[in-house]
């Protein structure tokens, strides 16, 4: 049994976070994994009744449980996971790309992962305003950087893949902090011999996400960085529907959609919980290589390949190309779990 | 009789400015438009001759010329242009992408300029190890943020286009740095009210740049994301072969192309020019609109349109499908001035 904290945020949250309970209700009931859910409220609606974006109460509920999902939250997003990033030591990002049959991407033979500093970089928060001016600290830290250089090359490893590390940067520029970086990133790559370790400066990298996306495999980069080659990514693989996130640390990790709270489209019924799912089967996995219990892990990989060939046979929600509704699309998927 | 000073650069560098000292030769013989072109040296080669990637003497000659266009330098880039650009006060990088007939850009109504304020940001190259730890500062003043919105929303004005100014940045993440930049640009945006303003976060901005690139106009951004996305947006509209830059001041201003010095193909005569000479015409209309001298703004034009028409008729070199040389090309666009 795995207790898991659900964050329903805001917007399309609500309604995701439906999608996710029916789909993991299902699963303890049909496929014998059994999970107890907790309702945590954070973000705008949070602020509004208690006056705080993360009150106390989700935190420690969060903590005692063996996982969290986090749906998306609205203009408050950074007040509750910025800072559960950085509470929990989630230090890893992770945010896979890959092509899917029927999305349109870029290209179909793009399978890579962007494994994203969580912890420092800009987001940590330290700004002060002087006069006219203002200047905000972009801290790196060496251990921080050799940490999230290990979770790449073990990523890469682990890996079916082409088993290369781009480590990315702009340390041209910024000589001292990415050059802090970057150095650690080559001092860890002596450890792992068998993968391939180049660096590439952001801007290149920017370009070439539309230029040789398949070129990629595992990319590392900080935290700022990586924020924005990731939504690139996304949309490389053609578009935020499909874009799970894992934020993980030693001991606890948290999944979310890379996309936002879609206050646009909130309450129609209409939002694709296809990158939420996908979200849950990260966590799958990484309960199941935690807890020793293979049995997650092949729902997982069941999760997944009910939702590709759903997708693939034409059921689908409206922002790629289908008409299905995001009830449902939930029920197709629990009908063929 | 204008006077160009001229650095030659490194790696293809040399090859493009022998390329534009041979349009803008015969621009002078036979359009009648004087220039007198000085070459300078700057960059990787310049330091290891003078132990400095920007002799004494290159600056002084920069400033005694009416304008500079700067080919790609080497690894040694960021000494040479980042400080040319504060040192001169270039405080707008200009940087258009536009889709042209037979170019692979994603799709054929793109037709954006980026506005990167130019001076401050990251690039103010302050930075300090303190142990295991590095930290550098990010600076944003107002008084360089009302600067660059007043050239944004110049420019969305005097744009044959849909009127649109976008202020890409992370406030919400950068509360006090990107919180001063977007206020200074919503401030500047109630000047012109017949110009829309919108706000956008920078990752949001690298997705859209993929995912509706042709709902972009005038993008204002700080330094660093300037960087990023407008190699990304150079790359949306087809690649780096059509993609020049402006550094643009108050009293001066240096042209150079977006790509760097691309080591891996320098000396075979094989570059690409036309994104140096694209600066060239991004000079000509700089020097024409400061000396209210038509005949440049003319030229300018009738050099765009060469390019343009040998591009669509197949005339052009191997990075963009084609197989002319270096200087097959410009001998094309020279017969054809
Ligand atoms: C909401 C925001 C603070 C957050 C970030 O910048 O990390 C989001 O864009 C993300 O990528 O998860
Ligand atoms: C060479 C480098 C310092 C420079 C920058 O980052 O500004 C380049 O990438 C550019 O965009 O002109």
Redesign the interface.
């Known amino acids: 049994m795995y207790n898991i904290s659900l964050i329903t945020g805001d917007g399309i949250g609500p309604e995701l976070s439906e999608s996710a309970i029916s789909v993991l209700n299902t699963i303890h009931d049909k496929l014998d994994l059994k999970f107890e859910i907790t309702t945590l409220s954070a973000g705008d609606q949070a602020l509004s009744e208690t006056g705080k974006a993360l009150p106390d109460e989700t935190v420690e509920s969060i903590k005692q449980s063996d996982a969290c999902m986090k749906a998306p939250v609205g203009?408050s997003?950074?007040d509750v996971i910025?800072v559960l990033r950085r509470m929990l030591d989630l230090y890893a990002n992770i945010r896979p790309a890959k092509s899917y049959p029927h999305m349109p991407a870029?290209r179909d033979d793009i399978d890579m992962v962007i494994v994203r500093e969580n912890t420092e970089d800009?987001?940590i928060?330290k700004?002060?305003?002087l006069g006219?001016?203002?200047?905000?600290?972009?801290?790196?830290?060496?251990?921080a950087s050799k940490r999230i250089a290990k979770y790449a090359f073990e990523t890469a490893k682990q890996r079916d893949s082409m088993r290369k590390v781009t480590c990315v940067h702009?340390s041209?520029?910024?000589?001292?902090?990415d050059?802090?970086f970057a150095k650690a990133c080559a001092d860890v790559s002596k450890d792992y011999p068998d993968i391939t370790f180049e660096e590439m400066y952001?801007?290149?990298c920017?370009?070439?996400?539309?230029?040789q996306p398949e070129q990629f495999d595992v990319v590392v980069t900080t935290n700022?960085?990586g924020?924005?080659?990731?939504?690139?990514s996304?949309?490389?693989v053609g578009?935020?529907g499909m874009a799970p996130a894992a934020n993980i640390g030693d001991n606890f990790a948290l999944f979310e959609p890379v996309h936002g709270a879609a206050f646009d489209i909130a309450g129609q019924n209409i939002a694709n919980p296809s990158s939420f799912l996908l979200s849950m089967k990260m966590m799958l996995d990484w309960l199941g290589n935690k807890h020793n219990d293979s049995k997650c892990i092949e729902v997982g990989q069941k999760l997944e390949s009910t939702i590709f060939n759903l997708v693939k046979t034409g059921v689908k929600t409206k922002d790629i190309g289908g008409d299905k509704s995001t009830s449902e699309f939930t029920k197709q998927i629990t009908d063929n779990l």
Chains 1, 2 share one sequence.
């Open positions: 203009e997003a950074a910025v870029l800009l987001y928060g700004e002060f305003s006219d001016s203002s200047v905000a600290l972009r801290i790196i830290s060496e251990a702009k041209n520029v910024m000589r001292i902090t050059g802090m952001v801007d290149a920017a370009m070439n996400l539309i230029r700022l960085f924020d924005i080659l990731s939504d690139e996304s949309q490389v578009g935020l």
